[in-house]
C-alpha cells in the first residue's frame, strides 16, 4: 500500500512537471509568436518608411532637376541680358565719341569764322591787305616796353599776352628790347610814306612798301630797336636783342619776316611777324621763313593761332 501511494505520487509529480512545462512552453511559444507580429509589423512599418524616403527623395531629385534646368535657363537669359547692356553701353560710347567728334568740328568751324584769315596771310608786292581792314580788338601795349614810353601804341589783343610774355622774359635775361612801332592803321601808312616820297621822291617804295606796311596793319607785326640804336637799322642784327628774339621768339609765337636774302622784300631785321605758337615753331624746327612755306601749308595754322 505504502509502495503504491509513493508510486502514484510520483506519477502525479511527473504529470504535474509535464503540465507545467508544457504550459511554460506555450507561454514562451505563444510570447515567441507575439514578438513576432510585432516584428513584422514594425518592418512593414520601417519599409514604409523607406518606400516614402524613397519616393521623397525622388521627387526632391526631380525638382532638384528642374531647378537646375530653370537656373540653367536663368543664367542664359542673364547672359543675354548683359551682352544687351554691353552692346547699349558700347553704343553709348559711340554716340558720345560722336556728339564730341561733331562739338569739336563746331568748336573748330566756330574759332576758325572768328579768326581773320588775313592774320597768316602772305602778302607780296601784288597781293595786299585790303584797305579796310581792321583788327578784331586792339588794346595799347604797356609802356614800358616802348623806345618812347610817353607814346600809345596798339596791338592786335589775342597778341598782347605772347608780347608781353616775351618782353617780361627778355627783361629778366638783362636784354635792352624796344618797340618801336605796332600797328598801324592804312591812313598812318599812307602818311609814313607821303612822308618817305617826300624825302626819297619815288624810291619810297624801296623803304616803305606795301608788303611790310601790310603786316602792320594787321596789329600783329612790331618793329623793334634797342635805346642804344633808336632806330630802324639793319645794324639791329648785331646786337643782343637780335641774337635774344632769333633764339626765343618762336616760343613766342613770333618770327622775322623779311630775313637776309630774302626774295621777297627788303632785309628787315628788326620787323617781327606773330603766327602763333605751333607754326612759329615748326619754321623754326625746319629751318624755314614764313614765306617759304605755300600758303595752303600756312592756313592749317589759322585754327591754332592763339594757343599756347
Ligand atoms: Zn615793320
Known sequence: MKKLQWRELLIIGLILLVLSGSTYGWFLFSNFKDMEVTMESEIRLLQNSVRVLREKFTST??????????????????????????????????????????????????????????????YSKVYFLNENFIPQLLTRINA???????????????????????????????????????????????????????LYGSGANQFSADQGYSEHQLGTTLDFTTTKLRSLVTSFDKTDAYAWLSAHAYTYGFVLSYPKENVYYQYEPWHWRFVGVQLAKRLHDENKYFYDLAQRDINEYLITIFDR
Open 61 to 122: 531629385t526631380e525638382v532638384n532637376s528642374e531647378l537646375v534646368t530653370e537656373l540653367n535657363q536663368e543664367r542664359g537669359v542673364s547672359n543675354n541680358l548683359s551682352q544687351d547692356l554691353q552692346t547699349e553701353q558700347a553704343k553709348n560710347t559711340m554716340f558720345e565719341s560722336q556728339i564730341k567728334e561733331i562739338s569739336g568740328t563746331v568748336n573748330t568751324l566756330q574759332k576758325l569764322s572768328q579768326t581773320d584769315e588775313e592774320l597768316l596771310s602772305k
Open 144 to 198: 614800358q616796353y616802348l623806345l618812347d614810353n610817353t607814346a600809345t601804341k596798339q596791338i592786335h589783343a589775342s597778341v598782347d599776352p605772347f608780347l608781353s610774355a616775351m618782353m617780361e622774359a627778355a627783361s629778366k635775361d638783362g636784354i635792352d628790347l624796344k618797340i618801336v612801332s605796332a600797328y598801324r592803321s592804312f591812313e598812318d601808312q599812307a602818311a609814313v610814306k607821303t612822308g618817305y616820297k617826300v
